[in-house]
């Protein structure tokens, strides 16, 4: 077993299907978080292809540190193209709890495993020629705000998770958060 450090997680989508509903309009996919967050619980094995080789990794999170930063895997890189994947991620903005994904003696050593998003960029259009906004989070108010180029508007949560997110920052709760939040 070899054990190394992160500065992100990837989350990898599965691939988009190319069907089409009874009126010709494409579907666009959809899946939790918790089910691309899966890789993480110690006992998924997934094939990874190398040049050289062909090996397993096993993914298991030994610490959770206080902000997380989850990178959605939507480009894919072929001879011809790279290619964007639409699939909607479903996740909700508090409570996401990684408890789960640790295992039970590392469970023992995190009284905290529960964290909530305060950040979510998306990449809007084309590959190529797509666009950035954020979502982020003001913590003395509790509101969420859009940001693209200088343009600043207020959002509603539910909105923010119908986006095609790239990239989300997390930040953990700590106990005298949870009492706030639960007050």
């Known amino acids: 077993m070899v054990e190394s450090t992160f500065l992100y997680l990837t989350l990898d989508l599965p691939t988009a299907p190319l069907y089409k509903d009874e ?5 666009i996919p959809q899946v939790p978080l918790f089910s691309i967050l899966a890789k993480f619980n110690g006992s998924t094995e997934k094939e990874y292809k190398t040049y050289k080789e062909n090996f397993l990794k096993r993914f298991q999170l ?11 895997k939507r480009f894919t890189k072929n001879n011809f193209f790279v290619e964007k994947n639409p699939t909607i991620v479903n996740f909700p903005i508090t409570n996401v ?16 495993t529960t964290y909530d998003l305060i950040a979510n960029i998306v990449h809007d259009g084309k590959p190529s020629e797509g666009s950035y ?13 859009e940001l693209q180029d200088l343009q600043v508007t207020d959002i509603l949560p539910q909105m923010i998770t119908l ?19 639960g007050a």
Do not use: M
């Not at 009126?23 to 579907?27: A, D, M």
């Not at 030994?62 to 959605?72: D, E, S």
């Not at 906004?133 to 969420?144: A, F």
């Not at 986006?163 to 939040?181: L, P």
């Open 133 to 145: 906004r954020i979502h982020v989070l003001h913590h003395g108010t509790g509101k969420w705000y």
């Open 163 to 181: 986006s095609e997110a790239y990239i989300q920052i997390w930040k953990r709760r700590e106990e005298d958060e949870t009492n706030q939040q």
């Open 97 to 112: 709890d990684l408890r789960e994904y640790l295992s039970e003696e590392v469970q023992a050593a995190h009284a905290h």
């Open 62 to 72: 030994t610490r959770l540190p206080p902000y997380l930063i989850f990178c959605i």
């Open 23 to 27: 009126k010709e309009q494409l579907i």
